[in-house]
């Protein structure tokens, strides 16, 4: 497998919440802002077999949608279609609870990469 194409994943994701005007992170974020997201590659896995070969690797990913205002819990809709626009399928959210002063909505994508295809 390319390192490059490891690497994609976690520049799709950035790229596409930051187009959102959304602050974005990877793993961990001490932030103060009013909202922000971070995101993490929660599993990579080979898939698309062929002569026992794999050809594609699909990845979950985890986006966390913190806010301090209550109204702006609706932008997680905005993360949920600008995901699904660019080759991602949603596979769930849910409330996360708090973290003074934060609130979290959780949302659960999975990307297949068969660009080997």
Not at 9 to 27: A, D, F, H, N, W
Request: proline letters at 2%; charged letters at 35%; a neutral charge.
């Amino acid at each position: 497998m390319r390192v490059e194409s490891v690497m994609d994943i976690y520049k799709k994701v950035k790229s596409i919440i930051k187009g959102l005007g959304i602050e974005c992170y990877y793993s961990t974020s001490e932030s103060s802002l009013e909202d922000y997201v971070i995101y993490k590659v929660s599993t990579e896995s080979d898939s698309e077999f062929a002569d026992d070969r794999n050809l594609a690797v699909e990845y979950n990913v985890l986006v966390r949608y913190l806010y301090k205002k209550p109204n702006k819990i609706m932008r997680y809709k905005d993360i949920i279609r600008a995901m699904k626009e660019n080759g991602f399928s949603f596979a769930g959210a849910y409330d996360a609870g708090k973290e003074n002063p934060y609130l979290i909505k959780e949302m659960e994508f999975i990307y297949k990469d068969d660009s080997r295809l």
